[in-house]
């Protein structure tokens, strides 16, 4: 199922260039229901409050990691079926395997091109 | 030669009661005096050290705000560049729109074929110019690789920061300075109740 251009997106970040990129993209990409949180912990607040239908998350972040995050994501019975993309400068092993047992939907190393994105978010909403 | 104490004392220091008392006194002060002066000279070799050493310590919360600040003015001027190649971007949806309803009236007006291609032709060349506006927006994600660079770096430096506030002097005892060789503290960190020389080994 290609994703819905008006679904709602939450882009979590705490740099704000790095949110105002994201939505940059996701916006050329055709999507313009864009929200942002600086952290995995307003994210999860702002999850629970609204109805998303995908989350584009950084992994490393003050007062909640984008790995916690996720975790508690999978863990919420409303939320657990959202799908996120972890976006990260973290390009190890071990940070992927990490993210696949956490239950990550799809992964982006920094720095990433527009094309990177829609391609992870093809293989996402395919 | 001095010789071994109680056991080889000559009859005349028997004889001398003062004498008697003297002698280990005299000696005692003379290795006194003996381990003063390898003090003090040890002392002034150390506080040669000590100079170059507290400079670079007093340096490093300067060095920490220059890479605050270094980050901040990165964020600011990436945020600067954001702008404008947003305001592109609207720019280019306007004139899209305005390339295809130009195109549009055209071919209704049944002009030229040339014409037509060249306004079509206009129309692909925005869309290129679209993508490069996208690979300046994504390339500017450098600063976000910066800041976290940067942050580390803070980190690292912050960590001892607070006993930094606290110089070394010259004239420190030498159980203070000794402890700047200490591996049991390094490994330990930085404590409560730690002596300045974490900010040496910093």
Sequence with gaps: MPADPNMKILVVDDMSTMRRIVKNILKQLGFNNLEEAENGQEALT??????YGFVVSDWNMPVMM???????????????????LMVTAEAQKENLM??????VSNYVVKPFT???MQEKINKIFK | MAQPRGTAQSRDEMDDPEQDV???DTKLYEELGELARFIDTTMKT?????APVN?????LPQALTHLTNLKTLTEQGTHKVMLEVEAMQDNHIQIGKMI????HVLQQAQVAPSLLQQVQQVGRQLGQDDKRLLDIMTALSFQDLVAQSVNKLVTIGVRPVPKAGRQTRPEQSQRDVETVGSDEEYLDGPGPGRRNSEAIRF
């Design chain 2, 46 to 50: 150390l506080s040669e050290f000590s």
């Design chain 1, 46 to 51: 702002k999850l629970k409050a609204d109805s």
């Design chain 1, 114 to 116: 527009a094309e990177t």
């Design chain 1, 66 to 84: 984008g790995i916690d995050m996720l975790r508690a994501i999978r863990a919420d019975e409303k939320l657990k079926k959202i799908p996120v």
């Design chain 2, 22 to 24: 003297k002698a280990p």
């Design chain 2, 100 to 103: 295809k309803e130009l195109a």
């Design chain 1, 98 to 103: 990490e993210a696949v047992q956490a239950g």
């Design chain 2, 55 to 59: 400079t670079s310590t007093q340096q």
